[in-house]
C-alpha cells in the first residue's frame, strides 16, 4: 500500500462521516457559498505566477513548520504579490484545517487554492464554502469519467479546477472540458521522488488552451526561468518559503528577483 493509497482510504471515511454531520445543504448556507470567485489561471497569466502554499507537514519531509499563524502567513504572501496561495485543508497528512482556508479567505483577496485529496463532490461543496476560489483534482487516483463529473460541479459553482498529473497516461486523461489549469507534480506521490524534468518532458503534450502549471520541489529562480521555456505560467511552491522563519518574505524576495 503506497501513502496515496492510505490517504485516499482515509478521505473517503473522512467524507461519509462529514455528509452525515453536516450535508450539503448546511454547507449552501455558508456567506461563502454565494460569493464570486477571482480566477486564479487570468491572475498567474498576469502577474508573478507564483501559487505560494501554507503547509505544516507533509508525509515526505514530516514537520515543515509548526509555529507560523495562517493569517501572518497570508498576509506576507500577498504582500509578496503572489497569484495565488494554495492551503492545505488535510489535517491528518498535513496538518491543515478547513479553518486554515477559512482564516485565509477572510484575510486576503488574493485567489485561494482549495489543496485537497478529492474523492466526492461533496468536498467541491466544501470548498465552496469556505471561500476557495479553486479546488484540485488529483488524476493519479480519480477515473477520467470522476474527472469530468468533477470538474462539471466545480465549473456550476464557479470554481477553476487545476487538475494534476504527473505521467502521459495521466495527462492523457486529463483533457476535458471545466479544467482551466493542467499541473505538473514533479513529485511522485506514490514514491516521493522528485524531478523537474518530468514539467519539462510533458509540457508539449499539454494543449495551449489549459494554462500550465509545475508543482513541488521548485527552490531556484534557474528552474522558473527554465519552467518558463516550456511555456510554465504558474508554480506552486511550498517548503521553500515554509521552512523559513517569514514565508511571506521568503516570497517576496524570491519573486523580486523573477
Ligand atoms: O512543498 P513543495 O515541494 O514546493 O510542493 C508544493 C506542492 O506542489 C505540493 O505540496 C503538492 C502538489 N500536489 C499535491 C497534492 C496533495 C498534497 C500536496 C501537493
Redo the contacts with the bound molecule.
Sequence with gaps: MTILDKIIAYKHKEVSAKKEAFPVSLLEQSSYFKRETNSLSKALKNGSGIIA?H?RK?PSKSVINDTNKVHEVVTGYENAAVSGM?I?T?TVF?GGSLDDLLVARKTVSTPLLR?E?IVDPYQIFEAKSYGADAI?L?AAYLSQKQLIEYSETAAKLGLEVLL?VHNEEELNKSIIPNVSMI?V?N?N?KTFE?SIEISKQLALKIPDDYVKVS????SSIAAIQELKKYGYKGF?????F?KTDNPGEAASKFINQL
Design positions: 502554499e503547509k507533509s494554495s492545505l488535510d498535513f489543496k485529496f484540485l488529483i494534476e499541473g507534480n513529485r506521490l522528485v508543482e513541488s520541489g521548485i506552486l511552491i511550498g517548503e521553500n515554509m
